[in-house]
């Protein structure tokens, strides 16, 4: 079993960046495959970016592509979203995600086992 914790969030205007941190306790990140994942009042969450347990592989919606970028430290058991050209479209809580899944890359949440208890994201115009 793992636990998640995000951080990072906060308030900033449009075409600013942030940078959010997932650190991992109990078993060691490395046995995961991680994801990012969002949620906006009134919308369902949503996908945004992955990573395979390696880091050699990674995908993201095509709403953040080019945006935003998805890293990890096996080593310091993180995961980590840096959100750059920040649209008010990217507000959300955003949640980290881990899966046991074999699978490298994955966009479904059902796929995912652990869940952090997301931080709040918002982008003003």
């Known amino acids: 079993q793992v636990q998640l914790v995000e951080s990072g969030g906060g308030l900033v205007q449009a075409g600013g960046s942030l940078r959010l941190s997932c650190a991992a306790s109990g078993r060691p990140s490395i046995n995961y495959a991680m994801g990012w994942f969002r949620q906006s009042p009134g919308k369902d969450r949503e996908f945004v970016a992955a990573?395979?347990?390696?880091?050699?592989?990674?995908g993201y919606a095509d709403s953040v592509k080019g945006r935003f970028i998805i890293s990890r430290d096996n080593a310091k058991n993180t995961v980590s979203l840096q959100m750059n050209s920040l649209k008010p479209g990217d507000t959300a809580t955003y949640y980290c995600a881990a899966s046991t899944s074999s699978a490298a890359i994955m966009q479904l949440q059902q796929r995912y086992d652990f869940w952090g208890q997301g931080t709040q994201v918002t982008v003003s115009s």
């Open positions: 990573i395979s347990r390696s880091g050699g592989s990674t």
